[in-house]
Structures are given as C-alpha cells and as structure tokens.
C-alpha cells in the first residue's frame, strides 16, 4: 500500500465487537487472566502493552517500514532507552550538532559509554571517529537548528563495515520525506512529540527496528517495558490520529517552508538561511537525493546580531514565540537562549518551524516583523 493509505489505515479497523469507526481508548492498567492462568487478548498489565500502544506501535512501523516499534512518552526517552540497550565499554558516535537534549543525555546520563562527537555531515568526518569498539552511530539529518544533511546511505557503509549499528533520528524528516531503514539503517527514533502527532499537545517517542531480531531494539523493548516510560494510552490514540494527515499535512509544511525560506533569502536584513531546498545550502544535493522533499523548519541568520534577532522575535504578530516545531501553527524562536551556556549556535539565529497557514500571510508577518533591513 501506498503511504496515504497506510497513514489512514495502518493499525487500525472498525472496531469487530461495536462497529466503531473511530478507535476506542483502553485506559485500563490491567488486564483478565483466563481460568488456566493464561492471557487470551495478550496483555498483562499496561506498563508491557496496551490495545492503544500497539496500534500505535504497528501503525508506525509499517510507515517508516520496519519490522517492530516501542514507544515512548517523550522522544528523550526513546533516545535515552536506545543508549541504555549498550553495554559498558561501548563507544558511541554521534553528530556535533546533534540535538542539544539528546548530547545531553549522551554526555551526562550514561555510565561506561564512550562517545565521540564527529562532524559527520562533512565527508570522511565519521571515518575518522569510528574505532574498532563501535557499537553504535547516532544520525539526526537534517540537523537542529543548522539544517546540516549527512547522507545516510555513506555513514551507514562506513558504520557496517566496523560492525557498528546506525540509529537515525528521523523527527525533522518523518517518514514521508526520508527512508532511513530502507538506505540500510538499523532503527529509526523520532520525536513523536513534532510533525508525526502534528498538532503540538502529545508528547511522545517511538524506536524503530528494520529486522524483527535486532538484539538492539529487544534491549530497547525490555527497557520500555521495566523502566515504564510509555505513553499513556490517551496519548497513544492522538498521535495515531495525527497520523492520519501525516502526509497531506507534510506536504504543506515543505511547500510553505520553500516559499518563507525564497522570500527570506532574498531580504536585506537576513544574512543567511539555513534550508536545504535552496541550491546555495551546502548539502542542497544529497538532501535532494536522500530526500521526497526538504522539510517544514528553516534558520535565519539576522543581520545585526542577537539583539536584532531578538528585536525581531518581539515583533511577530502570527508567528508564535516558542520551542518545539512540527504542529500546524509557525513558531519562531531565538535558539541559542534556548539551548543554553556552552551552546554553539550562533547567537544572531532564529529557527522557524512553518505551520499551516497561508505562506502569503506568514511572509507578510515576517516582513514587517525584519523591518527594512
Ligand atoms: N530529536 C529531535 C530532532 C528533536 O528536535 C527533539 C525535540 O525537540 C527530540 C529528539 C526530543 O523529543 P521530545 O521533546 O519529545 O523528548
């Protein structure tokens, strides 16, 4: 089936017993043994699984095509239960602009890991990182908040071939966009929290498997399921609902981000724009390659430093100032007050996630928000 059509339908058929249409929400925690001791629906208890988790769960593997999904309650703690499935000793390479909470967990939740940062959207920059102890690589492309492509397909030879395994952070991408089982990753994390819910008021993370015995993804699967950082079942049933505009809704955002990201390129008080569906964007060609389309979030360089970046986040009217992206109203913020001491993202930056509205009217926003420049 084509990916529209799996959007609408995968994990989900009217209800055998009532007819419902529309999905029922089991909040029970718990769940009816049979006389003999044994479990006829296969659940236990909610923590091990539940009807709206595992709906969720295969709706989302069978869109990002792997074999098996857990899921989480927040995208933090998919990534956290992908590094806690390692083993002391093990060595880690992850991006230098990786995500700034998942580098935190990596540089500060994990004993006996050893992790290099590497420069992997530059060629050759995750060759030379790789050690005979890798165990694992950590891609997130595009990256937050540069937008910097690393193409996927090379880091995954390069890994393979120390025995390493490749973990790609899918969210700014989705699976619409972006294939990283299918160019031979081994799991696939988002932040389900962004476009795959949509609608920004679930927070929640899945882990992705591409073959049924990944011994990864079972560590992964017992940690979700001891540790207990799942999603609640009411959070479950809205992100497969978002689910099911994924595409028309991606769409839109790529669409819109193209027209906001050609106005701001060519405004006087914009000194660069980080899209990689512009051609002058360093890693424009294999985005264009490596991806259906170049994605709904894009970063301004402001001429005139911080305090004019900030000036400008004052004076928007329908953007709204606030982290996060992926839902369907456009949000601007000033990232590196966001990121924090030791943040190396230029303080003169603003990262833009384009909603839904009309592109007309977020460009006109934009333009009396940059003034003349
Ligand atoms: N990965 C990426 C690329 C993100 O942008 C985020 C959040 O902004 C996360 C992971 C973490 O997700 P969550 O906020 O759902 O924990």
């Known amino acids: 089936m084509r990916f529209e059509t799996l959007a609408v339908h995968a994990g989900h058929a009217p209800d055998p017993v009532t007819g419902a249409v529309a999905p029922a929400i089991y909040p029970s925690t718990t769940f009816e043994r049979a006389p003999d001791g044994t479990y006829p629906h296969g659940y236990l208890y909610t923590r091990h699984g539940n009807p709206n988790r595992r709906a969720l ?7 990002e095509g792997g074999a098996a999904a857990a899921a989480f309650s927040s995208g933090s703690a998919a990534t956290l239960a992908v590094f806690q499935a390692l083993r002391p000793g093990d060595h880690v390479v992850a991006p230098v602009d990786a995500y700034h909470g998942t580098a935190a967990l990596l540089r500060d939740a994990l004993w006996g890991i050893d992790v290099t940062f590497a420069d992997l959207a530059a060629p050759g920059g995750l060759e030379a990182a790789l050690r005979p102890t890798t165990r694992l690589v950590w891609l997130e492309t595009p990256s937050n908040p540069l937008l910097r492509i690393t193409d996927i397909r090379r880091a995954v030879d390069a890994a393979h071939a120390v025995g390493a395994r490749v973990a790609c952070d899918n969210t700014w991408a989705t699976p619409l966009l972006q294939r990283p089982l299918d160019l031979g990753a081994d799991l696939v994390v988002h932040s389900t929290t962004k476009y795959l819910n949509g609608h920004g008021d679930v927070l929640g993370g899945v882990v992705i498997a591409r073959s049924p015995d990944d011994e990864l993804f079972a560590a992964v699967r017992r940690i979700q399921s ?56 360093p890693g424009h060609e294999i985005a264009a390659r490596q991806m259906a389309g170049f994605g709904g979030m894009l970063s301004i360089q402001v001429q005139g430093g911080r305090e004019r970046a900030l000036e400008v986040t004052a004076r928007v009217r329908l953007f709204t100032r606030a982290t996060s992206l992926g839902g369907v109203e456009s949000l601007i913020e000033h990232r590196a007050s966001i990121e924090g001491p030791g943040t190396t993202t230029p303080e003169n930056l603003l990262r833009l996630s384009i909603g839904l509205e009309h592109p007309d009217d977020l460009v006109a926003d934009l333009e009396q928000a940059l003034g003349a420049g």
């Open 57 to 63: 769960e295969n709706a989302l593997a069978a869109l």
């Open 226 to 281: 001891s540790g207990g950082a799942v999603p609640s079942p009411f959070d479950c049933w809205l992100v497969l609902r978002g689910l099911r505009t994924l595409p028309y809704r991606m769409r839109a955002h790529c669409e819109n981000a193209a027209v906001v990201a050609r106005f701001l390129a060519s405004h006087p008080a914009v000194e660069r724009v980080h899209y990689p569906g512009l051609e002058t964007h």
